[in-house]
């Protein structure tokens, strides 16, 4: 069973970057995946999180509409579109799967996810 995060790399202020999170030994349907960041020296705050029923989407604040989060299923991925990035928005970047439906609604809570995914770095920079 595996979650494997991938897409990060070195973007200017304003560019753009799509995250992937592929699932792997297990059937990502029947789950709600969320995106979380770690930026230096800060705590892990949640990004997005996109349900496994009706793919409700969920945001944090700060994406102020710059993100979108969405999932295709027959391909075992979900993807983590970023736009207009800013150095801000520089961390670690990592998926988490959990089997609930409604884990969204409190995505960014302590209860244990099932499965965390290895993260992938995104460094926006001039």
């Known amino acids: 069973v595996q979650l494997q995060a991938s897409g990060g790399g070195l973007v200017q202020p304003g560019g753009s970057l799509r995250l992937s999170c592929v699932a792997s030994g297990f059937t990502l349907d029947y789950y709600s995946i969320a995106w979380f960041r770690r930026a230096p020296g800060k705590e892990r705050e949640g990004v997005a999180c996109?349900?496994?029923?009706?793919?409700?989407?969920y945001y944090a604040d700060f994406v102020s509409g710059r993100f979108n989060i969405s999932r295709d299923n027959a391909k075992k991925a979900v993807y983590l579109r970023m736009n207009s990035l800013t150095p801000e928005d520089t961390a670690l970047y990592f998926c988490?799967?959990?089997?609930?439906?409604?884990?969204?609604?409190?995505?960014?809570?302590?209860?244990?996810?099932?499965?965390w995914g290895r993260g992938t770095l995104v460094t926006v920079s001039s």
């Open positions: 988490a799967a959990d089997r609930s439906s409604v884990r969204c609604l409190h995505y960014t809570d302590s209860h244990p996810y099932h499965y």
């Open positions: 996109i349900s496994s029923v009706e793919d409700s989407t």
